[in-house]
């Protein structure tokens, strides 16, 4: 009799092409992988992140939020199971423009930027969060540690301006 083996994580990329470059969509599933994999969640969850433009994040914001402004990231979480053991955890919707801005400002790349959005999204699909200080703390740790180990250790969450939810 073989051993169970755990299927692999599923994580799905939506991106126009216009927002697709080489590599960039293999790098949105490895910093989604990296925070699943943190977590003990090898095979056992999947989930969306999706690029999508200004308008899109706007009209989310303003529906789930109630905030009519674009934002950099929002995550919706859903926890559904959709086969026994696997559970669907929800989709993190990144604006491409804005994240492209965020990234110019800072000074560091663009990718790396994607990577702290999808981390941070990743975890708010997990359940942490940022709105006390001690939880700030530890999701930005978390974030730092796995963006090191993305190869991005240049890349911190700022300490003002959190990114959305």
Do not use: C
Request: aromatic share 6%; glycine share 10%.
């Amino acid at each position: 009799m073989r051993g169970k083996t755990s299927p692999p994580i599923r994580i799905e990329v939506r991106a126009p092409r216009a927002y697709q470059a080489p590599g960039r969509i293999a790098g949105l599933r490895r910093a989604a992988q990296a925070v699943l994999q943190r977590h003990g969640l090898k095979g056992n969850a999947t989930l969306t992140v999706a690029l999508v433009d200004e308008e899109t994040i706007r009209r989310l914001n303003r529906t789930y939020r109630g905030i009519d402004a674009p934002t950099d990231v929002l995550s919706f979480p859903t926890r559904t199971e959709i086969s026994p053991g696997v559970r669907y955890l929800g989709d993190v919707v990144i604006a491409f423009p804005y994240a492209a801005r965020q990234a110019q400002q800072e000074g560091h790349p663009l990718d790396g930027e994607l990577a702290l959005l999808t981390v941070h999204g990743v975890l708010h699909l997990l359940g942490y969060d940022h709105d006390t200080e001690p939880a700030r703390r530890q999701m930005w740790a978390i974030q730092r540690e796995i963006l090191h180990q993305l190869g991005f250790p240049e890349i911190a969450p700022a300490d003002e301006g959190t990114p959305g939810s």
